[in-house]
């Protein structure tokens, strides 16, 4: 016996500051929150760090609760990452330790251990800057990914899922050899696309055994800033941020879901046509914030003739707005999505969230306020809180 189907409710996330979308996920559920509504959503769906939150909140029976733990997990990485916890760390309890005191030795495993963390971080830098070395190393947020997930796999996660990844790789030699987009997901599914374009033919449910680590760490290994990530163990191809596939996945999820129902689910086997399932998805969209890596929110090029003769240094290295030109694609890319996805399934199935930042974080500002209660009054009205399809 087919299951009724209801709204199917779907959360994006875009790649980017994977903080700043928890804090407007909390400003969401603060404003209503009698209604949990992340507890209501059946399928997350994320790129980078969008994909590690998506991980996170599907991990919970209710994924309300995964919210504190993603807004401690974001702060703690980026903490190490950026802000050199470790070697902070050190030096403060080294600095402690000579108050009042004669320096201790420079033999002192402390010492040892702080002169050993400088030496790296600036023969690290050194090599960044050469562009020998991607800027920042993964070791730290693996370990922080291994804390929580450990050993788990895709298949034993309590919600559904899918992840953006970029594999560079696919292992076919000859003429269907090339670099493909890669999705990770829980949900099942009979059909796969095929072809020279996407050379890897894969079964059903191939991914339920795939590590959650590898999958968060594959869709976050982002160009310049961090490695390219294989696995766990060391074997397959090399992955990198799905942000080069789709940094807003919201289309991603569109297409996915439609052509599942399409090619029939197990809950509803009977194939269900493109534009009687549009009806029945609702897509809730959130960003990190526009301009994710600069932090002006317009460019004023010096025009001569009408013309700005701008090279590599103005779109790339300039210090006051760095890597402007892949935060002009990125955004662009994002607005594109949501305005593709708006206009497929128009004001009631689809709400955007994103809002400009204020030093690369949400502000408490008018406008930012307005946008959350919106989006609220678009929850409680468009049917996200009905029962949905449980069995997809």
Same mark, same amino acid.
């Given at each position: 016996?087919?299951?009724? /189907? ?27 929150? $009698? ?5 209501? #959503?059946?399928?997350? !769906?994320?790129?980078?760090?969008? *994909? ?16 504190? %733990?993603?807004?401690?997990? =974001? ?5 190490? /990452? ?29 010492? +040892?251990?702080? #002169?050993?963390? /400088? ?27 291994? +804390? ?9 996660? $309590?919600?559904? !899922? ?16 090339? =670099?493909?987009? $890669? ?10 696309? @095929? ?34 990530? +294989?696995?766990?163990?060391? !074997? ?6 799905? *942000? ?7 289309? %991603? ?8 129902? &399409? ?11 493109? @534009? ?5 998805? &609702? ?11 600069? @932090? ?27 890597? !402007? ?5 990125? +955004? ?13 399934? *128009? ?11 204020? &030093? ?33």
């Amino acid at each position: 016996m087919e299951t009724p /189907i209801g709204p199917i409710k779907i959360l994006s996330m875009d790649g980017g500051n994977g903080m700043n979308t928890a804090d407007l996920l909390q400003r969401i559920e603060t404003a209503n929150p $009698k209604k949990n509504f992340l507890d209501q #959503a059946q399928i997350f !769906v994320g790129t980078s760090a969008g *994909g590690i939150n998506s991980l996170f909140l599907a991990d919970f029976e209710k994924p309300t609760d995964a919210l504190n %733990i993603i807004q401690k997990f =974001w702060q703690d990485v980026n903490e190490s /990452i950026l802000g050199g916890l470790k070697a902070n760390e050190v030096a403060r309890k080294a600095l402690e330790g000579m108050q009042n005191k004669p320096l201790a030795p420079f033999q002192s495993d402390q010492w +040892q251990e702080l #002169a050993g963390i /400088i030496f790296r971080t600036a023969l690290g830098l050194g090599q960044a800057a050469a562009g020998c070395r991607s800027l920042f190393l993964n070791d730290v947020l693996k370990q922080f990914l291994i +804390q929580h997930f450990g050993e788990k796999t895709l298949g034993e996660l $309590k919600q559904k !899922v899918i992840i953006c990844s970029y594999q560079l790789d696919n292992g076919q030699y000859g003429i269907d050899r090339s =670099w493909i987009s $890669k999705l990770y997901t829980n949900i099942p599914y009979h059909h796969r696309p @095929t072809g020279r374009h996407y050379a890897i033919k894969l079964e059903p449910d191939s991914d339920l055994t795939e590590k959650v680590v590898d999958v968060a760490m594959r869709t976050s290994a982002a160009p310049l800033e961090l490695p390219i990530y +294989q696995a766990l163990n060391g !074997v397959g191809p090399g992955y990198v941020d799905g *942000g080069l596939v789709a940094n807003n996945p919201a289309m %991603i999820a569109l297409s996915a879901i439609v052509g599942s129902l &399409h090619g029939g689910i197990p809950a509803h086997p009977t194939p269900i046509l493109p @534009t009687e399932s549009l009806d029945l998805i &609702h897509l809730l969209s959130v960003g990190t914030g526009r301009n994710l890596v600069g @932090t002006a929110q317009f460019l004023a090029p010096e025009f001569v003739n009408g013309s700005a003769t701008w090279g590599y240094r103005q779109w790339l290295l300039d210090p006051l707005n760095p890597l !402007v030109l892949i935060d002009a694609f990125l +955004q662009g890319g994002n607005e594109t999505v949501a305005w593709e996805c708006g206009k497929l399934l *128009g004001e009631k199935n689809f709400y955007r969230l994103n809002v400009p930042l204020e &030093h690369m974080l949400v502000p408490s500002d008018t406008y930012t306020n307005e946008r959350v209660a919106e989006a609220v009054a678009w929850l409680d009205t468009n049917g996200w809180l009905v029962q949905g399809l449980e069995a997809y």
